[in-house]
């Protein structure tokens, strides 16, 4: 909404500078994005909200002026004080289908009008708020819409059929040519306003091309009328069409003020383009009913936290129009006036009060905030593994919830999940909610190599949805994603460590232990890797297909991904730790270097040697792992270390040898292993 | 000559020794290959044989007493440091280290914020994405009939009557005032969605903060000063703050809150388009109908409630310039946080 510095100045004496009401407007809630000097003159762009559809109006910003600055406003009122004479020669006859849609309409009819440019002064003053100048008959509307924010409209009454102005639904099939000369096509949810014959006018948005006022306009319908702001607002939208009447009734207008709005816009044209009123017409109501609200002034205190005299809250109420009475001591009964459709309650009013004391004035406390107690939960858990996985070098990535359909079934998800559909989505991009974080971490990838990034290792925590019989649920899951080489840099030199299946499985697994999981496995199935967390499946890893990698355009790299349900993981996460003294005897370590055959798993040899190695084999590690030309094929080199302990005393070699000669039978015997 | 006649002289040149290189000097007369003591031992076999033994275990003795008078000699000499073991690296090749993995800008602005609020005594919260309409809407307090309901504004699933994306993380003040009873403080970070067409500035998802406080004597200017405290423990000390009066349908009194320009100090740029003022956040005191939807007495109870962008708050610390960045994930983004 723009207004002038001086067309304010009509309803106000302001001895402000216009940079410094600037700030006071804004301080106040009319936030002033703009002030420019223009013409001799200052434009003041006012974002105006929602709820204050009385700040759409010169002579509202001005009343709001005067509250600020503490001086009076000059209302405007009509300058012919004498009621109109109906002509009895006149027949003109208004019909309101549904007074829901509209409650109030008014109609003069002006004769001899003569159409043609607006005086400068009104040329510029449009011009300055940001309307193109038309002719004198639609400018004079504009700038009485402009001042008393009620929108009017004139028809070229010879274009008219018939001598009635009828209020209606469109019918189906029914069009008009807006002034604007599109063709729109209307339906039963669009008001108009109708002649005998059609519609002339979208209600409250835009007037038809062929009543418009043109060059030759000798007799015109001016009217001034209330509509329905829903109905305005969804036909505005069916329509695609924008206009400052629309804005305006779809956030609702003073019905109080048609009359005079009306009465004022044909006085100026009466006054600037010879013409005669006469006739006037109405039909409804332009009752508005005030409300009572009791503010009890302790009560404005406790909500805001400071002690507003009640002498100072009764003159800031009634500079904004409202009428207040005294109750009691402290007790008002405040009448509301009819531009504030929007208070209704006590804290509308205690609002009032503190924008015009001054928000700045307020002063600023900390509350007192009574501990309370909240559990552990988890989101505690997920920061936690958060900051796992960073110390495990991965990077978050946060990608979006909204995806296109079956991504994730082509990238090998086997769950068959129903996606969660979005009924109104902007794009092919948006169209279901994911069921799967995978995806969006490989796009990301994608993104990455395109960038020559050698190595990617992201993760990221966020939920996925999918259909149940229940309704869609969401499940809170991690995905981690690995590609490419990392170069790490070793006393021996640069190596390159080129990312793996089992390089996932390191990242899981130390997760699980840091979050005190201990029952945990991955199993193999088919190509992916199946991960249980405590007997319950939790998620799956495996490297894309070639296929899934050309989807996201990913050519000679290899993507590793794994996504696990936390939804699963964290009730089994136990944090509690418990003590154990290190071993007070030294054990014995013994190494064996072997060559197993490739296909078998090294946890099926692990569980033979533990089983062989008890009580005194505490632990075993694979230390060492190679492959290549000393090792014939379909074979792999591995050093194992067996460590042997006993928590009564020391072990002797004598007691040891034993036991490790037979877990080294244990391995030639059963496995077939070659001890080398 | 004999051992004691050697002690004497060990004794009288080491009180000369008074630099490193005449400490090795010393060194070399007595304990080199051809040294005072190589040469005593080297007398061993003219000796008769029942006075080897004795002899070699006197010039050992000298051996160790001398080895360790050096060593007293060099520390007195505050030699110890230098005298350490050669430098073999070049310490200008890159460091050897497990590399650490960054928290994404959006988590760690949250963390942020969060233990701001913690600190003061909010607690932690969250809430499902996907809500009812009466949770994301008529609770809050917005009419059925409000343009934020429309399919222009609002995600709405498919083959659910009622149920949407979230707009705002605002449902979740309903969900914890229905569910437990005042005082409350609580902080709900979390992704919200709206179906804005993407630019630099807007996306079709983003995060946002809530705080909301509830007890029977909280008012406005506790707000203040609660936004205060967050306001200047994110951008500094010597912002300055200002509460503009706004309208949100969830709360009255509402406020829009503004600080000072981080990056023209309130002068004007393009930052803050000219104005001095940068728009971080919208607050106020929970409206009564929001009190009177959940069950909570407006009479006896009152409370302020806030919420935010992160992206926005983010932009601004770190001066990012279009808000896509944060969800591209390019490494190269997300290695500089």
Same mark, same amino acid.
């Given at each position: 909404m723009?207004?002038t510095?001086?067309?304010l100045?009509?309803?106000v004496d302001?001895?402000?500078?216009?940079?410094?009401?600037?700030?006071?407007?804004t301080m106040?809630g009319l936030?002033?994005?703009?002030?420019?000097?223009k013409?001799g003159d200052f434009v003041f762009?006012i974002?105006?909200t929602?709820?204050?559809?009385d700040?759409?109006?010169?002579?509202g910003?001005?009343r709001?002026v005067?509250a600020?600055t503490?001086?009076k406003?000059?209302?405007q009122k009509?300058?012919?004080?004498t009621?109109?004479k109906?002509?009895?020669?006149?027949?003109f006859?208004?019909e309101?289908e549904?007074?829901?849609?509209?409650s109030?309409y008014t109609?003069?009819?002006?004769?001899?009008?003569?159409?043609?440019?607006?005086?400068?002064?009104?040329k510029?003053r449009?011009e300055?708020?940001?309307c193109r100048?038309?002719?004198?008959?639609v400018d004079?509307?504009n700038?009485?819409?402009?001042?008393t924010?009620?929108?009017l409209?004139?028809?070229?009454?010879?274009?008219?059929?018939?001598?009635s102005?009828?209020v209606?639904r469109?019918?189906s099939?029914?069009?008009?040519?807006?002034?604007d000369?599109e063709i729109?096509q209307?339906?039963p949810?669009?008001?108009v306003i109708?002649?005998?014959r059609?519609p002339?006018a979208?209600?409250g948005?835009?007037g038809?091309k062929?009543?418009?006022?043109?060059?030759?306009?000798k007799?015109?319908l001016l009217?001034?009328?209330v509509f329905?702001?829903?109905?305005?607002r969804?036909?505005?939208?069916?329509l695609?069409l924008?206009s400052?009447?629309?804005y305006?009734f779809e956030?609702?207008?003073?019905a109080?003020?048609?009359e005079?709005?009306?009465?004022l816009?044909?006085?100026?044209?009466?006054k600037?383009?010879?013409g005669k009123?006469v006739?006037a017409?109405?039909a409804?109501s332009?009752k508005?009913i005030a409300k009572n609200i009791?503010?009890?002034?302790d009560r404005?205190?406790r909500?805001?936290g400071v002690?507003i005299?009640a002498q100072?809250?009764k003159?800031?109420?009634?500079?904004?129009?409202?009428?207040v009475?005294a109750k009691s001591?402290s007790?008002f009964s405040?009448?509301?006036?009819?531009?504030r459709?929007d208070?209704?309650?006590d804290v509308d009013?205690?609002?009032?009060?503190?924008?015009?004391y001054?928000?700045e004035?307020?002063?600023?406390?900390?509350p007192?905030i009574k501990p309370?107690a909240f559990s552990w939960?988890?989101?505690?858990?997920?920061?936690l593994i958060k900051n796992?996985?960073?110390?495990?070098?991965l990077?978050e990535?946060?990608?979006?919830?909204l995806?296109?359909?079956?991504?994730a079934k082509?990238?090998?998800?086997t769950e068959?999940?129903?996606?969660?559909?979005i009924?109104?989505p902007?794009?092919?991009?948006?169209e279901?909610?994911?069921?799967s974080?995978m995806?969006s971490?490989?796009?990301c990838?994608g993104?990455?190599l395109n960038q020559?990034q050698?190595?990617v290792?992201?993760?990221?925590?966020?939920?996925?949805?999918y259909?149940?019989?229940?309704g869609?649920k969401e499940e809170?899951c991690?995905?981690?994603?690995l590609?490419g080489?990392?170069s790490?840099?070793?006393e021996?030199?640069?190596?390159k460590?080129e990312a793996?299946?089992l390089h996932?499985?390191?990242i899981?697994?130390?997760?699980?232990?840091r979050?005190?999981?201990?029952?945990?496995?991955f199993s193999p199935d088919?190509?992916?890797?199946?991960?249980e967390v405590?007997g319950?499946?939790?998620g799956?890893m495996f490297?894309l297909?070639?296929?899934a990698?050309?989807?996201f355009?990913?050519?000679?790299?290899?993507?590793?991904?794994a996504e696990l349900?936390l939804?699963?993981?964290i009730?089994?996460?136990?944090l509690?730790k418990?003590?154990?003294?290190?071993?007070?005897?030294p054990g014995?370590?013994?190494?064996?270097?072997?060559l197993l055959r490739e296909e078998l798993?090294?946890?099926?040899v692990?569980?033979?040697l533990r089983?062989?190695?008890?009580?005194?084999?505490?632990?075993?590690?694979?230390t060492?792992f190679?492959?290549?030309?000393q090792?014939?094929?379909?074979?792999?080199?591995?050093?194992?270390s067996?460590?042997?302990?006993s928590d009564e005393r020391t072990?002797?070699?004598?007691?040891?040898?034993p036991?490790?000669?037979?877990?080294n039978a244990?391995?030639t015997g059963?496995?077939?292993a070659t001890?080398? | 000559?004999d051992?004691r006649?050697i002690q004497?002289?060990?004794e009288?040149?080491?009180a000369a020794?008074?630099s490193?290189?005449?400490l090795?000097?010393f060194?070399l007369?007595?304990?080199?290959?051809?040294?005072?003591l190589?040469?005593?031992?080297a007398?061993?076999?003219?000796l008769?044989?029942?006075e080897?033994a004795?002899?070699?275990?006197?010039?050992?003795?000298l051996?160790?007493?001398?080895?360790?008078?050096?060593?007293e000699?060099?520390?007195?000499?505050?030699?110890?440091?230098k005298?350490?073991?050669?430098?073999?690296d070049?310490i200008g090749m890159?460091g050897i280290a497990?590399?650490l993995?960054?928290?994404?800008?959006i988590?760690?602005?949250?963390?942020?914020i969060s233990s701001?609020?913690t600190? $003061?005594? +909010?607690?932690?919260a969250?809430? /499902?994405e996907? #809500?009812?309409?009466?949770?994301?809407?008529?609770?809050l307090n =917005?009419?059925?009939?409000?343009?934020s309901?429309?399919a222009?504004?609002?995600f709405?699933l498919?083959?659910?009557?009622?149920?949407l994306?979230?707009?705002?993380?605002?449902p979740?003040?309903?969900?914890a005032?229905?569910?437990?009873?005042?005082?409350?403080?609580?902080?709900?970070?979390?992704?919200?969605y709206?179906?804005?067409?993407?630019?630099?500035?807007?996306?079709f998802m983003f995060?946002?903060i809530?705080?909301?406080m509830?007890?029977?004597?909280?008012?406005?200017a506790d707000?203040?000063g609660?936004?205060e405290i967050f306001a200047?423990a994110?951008?500094?000390?010597?912002?300055? $703050?200002? +509460?503009?009066p706004?309208f949100? /349908?969830?709360t #009255?009194p509402?406020?829009e809150v503004?600080?000072?320009?981080? =990056?023209c100090?309130g002068?004007?740029?393009?930052?803050c388009?000219?104005k001095?003022?940068l728009?971080?956040?919208?607050c106020?005191?929970?409206?009564p109908n929001?009190f009177?939807?959940?069950g909570?007495n407006?009479?006896k109870?009152s409370?302020?409630?806030?919420?935010m962008g992160i992206?926005?708050i983010a932009?601004?610390?770190?001066g990012?310039?279009d808000?896509?960045?944060?969800?591209?994930?390019?490494?190269?983004f997300l290695?500089q946080?």
């Amino acid at each position: 909404m723009k207004v002038t510095y001086s067309w304010l100045k009509d309803f106000v004496d302001i001895k402000l500078a216009p940079e410094k009401l600037a700030d006071k407007l804004t301080m106040a809630g009319l936030e002033v994005v703009s002030l420019e000097q223009k013409q001799g003159d200052f434009v003041f762009e006012i974002e105006i909200t929602s709820n204050r559809p009385d700040w759409l109006s010169v002579s509202g910003i001005a009343r709001e002026v005067a509250a600020i600055t503490n001086s009076k406003i000059r209302i405007q009122k009509s300058k012919s004080q004498t009621k109109i004479k109906n002509s009895k020669q006149e027949k003109f006859e208004i019909e309101i289908e549904n007074k829901k849609d509209c409650s109030l309409y008014t109609a003069k009819i002006i004769r001899g009008v003569k159409v043609g440019p607006s005086p400068e002064w009104l040329k510029t003053r449009l011009e300055l708020v940001g309307c193109r100048s038309v002719n004198n008959i639609v400018d004079i509307t504009n700038h009485v819409l402009f001042e008393t924010g009620e929108p009017l409209h004139a028809f070229d009454l010879d274009k008219l059929s018939g001598a009635s102005i009828i209020v209606r639904r469109a019918r189906s099939g029914e069009k008009i040519t807006t002034i604007d000369g599109e063709i729109k096509q209307l339906s039963p949810d669009i008001l108009v306003i109708a002649d005998a014959r059609r519609p002339v006018a979208c209600a409250g948005i835009m007037g038809g091309k062929d009543t418009e006022v043109t060059e030759g306009t000798k007799n015109i319908l001016l009217e001034a009328a209330v509509f329905n702001p829903i109905l305005i607002r969804k036909a505005r939208q069916v329509l695609g069409l924008q206009s400052e009447s629309a804005y305006r009734f779809e956030r609702s207008v003073d019905a109080s003020i048609v009359e005079s709005s009306s009465q004022l816009s044909a006085d100026l044209i009466e006054k600037l383009s010879p013409g005669k009123t006469v006739l006037a017409k109405s039909a409804g109501s332009g009752k508005v009913i005030a409300k009572n609200i009791i503010l009890d002034c302790d009560r404005v205190a406790r909500v805001l936290g400071v002690k507003i005299p009640a002498q100072k809250i009764k003159t800031i109420l009634q500079a904004l129009g409202f009428t207040v009475k005294a109750k009691s001591k402290s007790k008002f009964s405040v009448l509301t006036p009819s531009h504030r459709q929007d208070a209704a309650l006590d804290v509308d009013l205690i609002e009032e009060i503190a924008r015009i004391y001054g928000y700045e004035l307020i002063p600023r406390t900390i509350p007192s905030i009574k501990p309370q107690a909240f559990s552990w939960g988890v989101l505690d858990a997920a920061a936690l593994i958060k900051n796992i996985l960073t110390g495990l070098g991965l990077n978050e990535a946060i990608t979006y919830s909204l995806t296109e359909r079956n991504l994730a079934k082509s990238l090998g998800q086997t769950e068959n999940l129903k996606a969660v559909e979005i009924r109104n989505p902007l794009s092919r991009e948006q169209e279901i909610l994911r069921t799967s974080l995978m995806p969006s971490l490989v796009k990301c990838a994608g993104l990455n190599l395109n960038q020559k990034q050698e190595y990617v290792n992201l993760f990221e925590i966020a939920r996925r949805f999918y259909a149940t019989d229940k309704g869609p649920k969401e499940e809170l899951c991690l995905g981690v994603l690995l590609c490419g080489r990392k170069s790490l840099s070793l006393e021996q030199g640069m190596v390159k460590d080129e990312a793996g299946l089992l390089h996932l499985k390191g990242i899981i697994e130390n997760m699980l232990l840091r979050l005190g999981i201990k029952e945990f496995s991955f199993s193999p199935d088919g190509q992916i890797v199946r991960i249980e967390v405590a007997g319950k499946k939790a998620g799956s890893m495996f490297r894309l297909s070639r296929s899934a990698l050309d989807l996201f355009d990913i050519k000679n790299r290899e993507v590793f991904v794994a996504e696990l349900s936390l939804d699963n993981v964290i009730p089994a996460l136990n944090l509690k730790k418990k003590f154990t003294a290190p071993p007070k005897y030294p054990g014995i370590t013994r190494d064996i270097s072997l060559l197993l055959r490739e296909e078998l798993g090294i946890d099926d040899v692990f569980q033979a040697l533990r089983s062989a190695g008890e009580p005194l084999l505490k632990e075993l590690k694979v230390t060492d792992f190679y492959k290549g030309k000393q090792v014939p094929a379909g074979w792999r080199g591995l050093t194992i270390s067996c460590i042997y302990r006993s928590d009564e005393r020391t072990l002797t070699e004598a007691e040891v040898a034993p036991v490790h000669a037979q877990l080294n039978a244990l391995l030639t015997g059963r496995f077939g292993a070659t001890i080398r | 000559m004999d051992i004691r006649s050697i002690q004497a002289q060990i004794e009288s040149d080491l009180a000369a020794v008074h630099s490193q290189g005449q400490l090795e000097e010393f060194r070399l007369k007595y304990l080199s290959r051809k040294g005072a003591l190589a040469q005593l031992t080297a007398a061993i076999p003219t000796l008769p044989q029942n006075e080897r033994a004795q002899f070699g275990q006197e010039v050992n003795a000298l051996k160790n007493n001398l080895a360790s008078l050096i060593a007293e000699k060099e520390k007195s000499l505050g030699a110890g440091i230098k005298s350490g073991p050669e430098m073999t690296d070049d310490i200008g090749m890159p460091g050897i280290a497990q590399e650490l993995g960054r928290l994404h800008p959006i988590t760690q602005t949250i963390n942020e914020i969060s233990s701001i609020f913690t600190r $003061m005594g +909010f607690c932690i919260a969250d809430g /499902p994405e996907i #809500e009812t309409e009466f949770n994301n809407f008529t609770g809050l307090n =917005i009419p059925l009939e409000h343009p934020s309901r429309d399919a222009f504004d609002t995600f709405y699933l498919k083959d659910y009557e009622k149920l949407l994306l979230r707009s705002h993380t605002s449902p979740v003040q309903v969900r914890a005032m229905k569910g437990r009873l005042p005082p409350l403080a609580i902080v709900v970070p979390g992704r919200v969605y709206r179906p804005d067409a993407v630019d630099a500035s807007h996306l079709f998802m983003f995060h946002q903060i809530e705080g909301f406080m509830v007890d029977t004597n909280i008012t406005f200017a506790d707000l203040k000063g609660s936004l205060e405290i967050f306001a200047k423990a994110v951008f500094g000390n010597d912002i300055k $703050m200002r +509460f503009r009066p706004h309208f949100f /349908p969830f709360t #009255e009194p509402s406020a829009e809150v503004d600080i000072s320009c981080i =990056i023209c100090k309130g002068a004007g740029c393009s930052v803050c388009g000219r104005k001095g003022w940068l728009e971080i956040l919208g607050c106020g005191m929970i409206h009564p109908n929001v009190f009177k939807q959940v069950g909570i007495n407006a009479q006896k109870y009152s409370g302020f409630a806030f919420g935010m962008g992160i992206e926005r708050i983010a932009m601004l610390k770190y001066g990012i310039n279009d808000i896509r960045l944060f969800f591209e994930n390019d490494l190269r983004f997300l290695k500089q946080f």
